[in-house]
Nanobody, 131 residues
Framework: QVVLVESGGDSVQTGGSLRLSCVFF????????MGWFRQAPGKEREGVAA???????SYADSVKGRFTITQDNARNTLYLQMHSLKPEDSAIYYC?????????????????????????WGQGTQVTVSA
Protein backbone atom coordinates (compact mmCIF):
# COMPACT_ATOMS: atom_id res chain seq x y z
CA GLN A 1 0.00 0.00 0.00
CA VAL A 2 1.29 3.46 -0.95
CA VAL A 3 0.49 6.28 1.46
CA LEU A 4 1.18 9.98 0.93
CA VAL A 5 0.70 12.69 3.56
CA GLU A 6 0.94 16.40 2.71
CA SER A 7 1.71 19.23 5.11
CA GLY A 8 2.87 22.84 5.09
CA GLY A 9 -0.21 24.62 3.81
CA ASP A 10 -0.95 27.96 5.43
CA SER A 11 -2.39 31.42 4.92
CA VAL A 12 0.11 33.97 3.60
CA GLN A 13 0.12 37.39 1.98
CA THR A 14 0.82 38.09 -1.67
CA GLY A 15 4.54 37.75 -2.35
CA GLY A 16 5.10 35.34 0.50
CA SER A 17 6.64 31.88 0.46
CA LEU A 18 5.66 28.42 1.61
CA ARG A 19 7.22 24.97 1.47
CA LEU A 20 4.86 22.05 1.10
CA SER A 21 5.99 18.58 2.12
CA CYS A 22 4.72 15.15 1.16
CA VAL A 23 5.96 12.15 3.11
CA PHE A 24 5.47 8.88 1.26
CA PHE A 25 5.47 5.29 2.43
CA UNK A 26 5.27 1.89 0.84
CA UNK A 27 7.03 2.43 -2.48
CA UNK A 28 10.43 2.79 -4.10
CA UNK A 29 11.33 6.22 -5.47
CA UNK A 30 13.16 4.53 -8.32
CA UNK A 31 9.87 3.13 -9.61
CA UNK A 32 7.59 6.19 -9.28
CA UNK A 33 7.17 9.61 -10.77
CA MET A 34 5.57 12.14 -8.43
CA GLY A 35 3.67 15.36 -8.83
CA TRP A 36 1.93 18.27 -7.19
CA PHE A 37 -1.60 19.23 -8.22
CA ARG A 38 -3.98 21.89 -6.98
CA GLN A 39 -7.70 22.49 -7.06
CA ALA A 40 -9.52 25.73 -6.31
CA PRO A 41 -13.29 25.99 -5.72
CA GLY A 42 -15.20 25.71 -8.98
CA LYS A 43 -12.14 24.69 -10.98
CA GLU A 44 -10.74 21.39 -12.20
CA ARG A 45 -7.66 19.89 -10.66
CA GLU A 46 -4.57 21.14 -12.46
CA GLY A 47 -1.00 19.95 -12.58
CA VAL A 48 1.55 22.21 -10.94
CA ALA A 49 4.86 20.37 -11.02
CA ALA A 50 6.19 16.85 -11.48
CA UNK A 51 9.43 14.95 -11.01
CA UNK A 52 10.41 11.71 -12.66
CA UNK A 53 12.25 8.79 -11.12
CA UNK A 54 15.30 9.99 -13.07
CA UNK A 55 15.15 13.42 -11.42
CA UNK A 56 13.83 15.38 -14.40
CA UNK A 57 11.21 18.00 -13.60
CA SER A 58 8.39 19.82 -15.34
CA TYR A 59 6.20 22.78 -14.37
CA ALA A 60 2.99 24.45 -15.36
CA ASP A 61 3.61 27.73 -17.19
CA SER A 62 1.79 29.64 -14.45
CA VAL A 63 4.35 28.66 -11.80
CA LYS A 64 7.62 28.50 -13.73
CA GLY A 65 10.28 30.57 -12.02
CA ARG A 66 8.32 30.68 -8.76
CA PHE A 67 7.86 27.04 -7.70
CA THR A 68 10.44 24.28 -7.38
CA ILE A 69 9.77 20.58 -6.92
CA THR A 70 12.43 18.52 -5.16
CA GLN A 71 12.68 15.09 -3.59
CA ASP A 72 14.74 13.90 -0.64
CA ASN A 73 14.84 10.15 -1.12
CA ALA A 74 16.69 9.53 2.14
CA ARG A 75 13.82 11.14 4.03
CA ASN A 76 11.06 9.77 1.79
CA THR A 77 9.81 13.31 1.26
CA LEU A 78 8.65 15.33 -1.73
CA TYR A 79 8.75 19.14 -1.51
CA LEU A 80 7.20 22.06 -3.33
CA GLN A 81 9.02 25.33 -2.68
CA MET A 82 6.70 28.22 -3.51
CA HIS A 83 7.83 31.85 -3.80
CA SER A 84 6.19 35.08 -4.93
CA LEU A 85 2.78 33.66 -4.14
CA LYS A 86 -0.28 35.20 -5.74
CA PRO A 87 -3.97 35.05 -4.77
CA GLU A 88 -4.59 32.82 -7.80
CA ASP A 89 -2.29 30.24 -6.22
CA SER A 90 -4.89 29.68 -3.50
CA ALA A 91 -6.08 26.08 -3.64
CA ILE A 92 -5.89 22.71 -2.00
CA TYR A 93 -2.57 21.18 -3.00
CA TYR A 94 -2.22 17.44 -3.46
CA CYS A 95 0.81 15.25 -3.96
CA UNK A 96 0.54 12.14 -6.06
CA UNK A 97 2.54 9.17 -7.30
CA UNK A 98 2.19 7.07 -10.41
CA UNK A 99 2.38 3.28 -10.63
CA UNK A 100 5.38 2.88 -12.87
CA UNK A 101 3.45 4.01 -15.93
CA UNK A 102 3.97 6.70 -18.54
CA UNK A 103 4.13 9.83 -16.36
CA UNK A 104 7.89 9.96 -16.72
CA UNK A 105 7.56 10.23 -20.49
CA UNK A 106 5.51 13.40 -20.18
CA UNK A 107 7.96 14.85 -17.68
CA UNK A 108 10.84 14.09 -20.02
CA UNK A 109 9.11 16.15 -22.71
CA UNK A 110 8.84 19.13 -20.36
CA UNK A 111 5.15 18.93 -19.52
CA UNK A 112 3.24 18.08 -16.36
CA UNK A 113 1.38 14.78 -16.78
CA UNK A 114 -2.37 14.63 -16.54
CA UNK A 115 -3.80 13.78 -13.14
CA UNK A 116 -5.03 10.56 -14.77
CA UNK A 117 -1.43 9.36 -14.90
CA UNK A 118 -1.25 9.28 -11.09
CA UNK A 119 -3.01 6.64 -9.04
CA UNK A 120 -1.88 7.33 -5.46
CA TRP A 121 -2.99 10.58 -3.83
CA GLY A 122 -2.62 12.40 -0.53
CA GLN A 123 -5.50 14.13 1.24
CA GLY A 124 -4.38 17.66 0.41
CA THR A 125 -3.17 20.74 2.25
CA GLN A 126 -4.79 24.17 2.01
CA VAL A 127 -2.85 27.16 0.69
CA THR A 128 -4.49 30.57 0.96
CA VAL A 129 -2.85 33.72 -0.43
CA SER A 130 -4.44 37.04 0.49
CA ALA A 131 -3.94 40.31 -1.35
Amino acid sequence: QVVLVESGGDSVQTGGSLRLSCVFFGYSHSSYSMGWFRQAPGKEREGVAAIGSDGRTSYADSVKGRFTITQDNARNTLYLQMHSLKPEDSAIYYCAADRGGSAGIWIGRGTVPSSAEFVYWGQGTQVTVSA
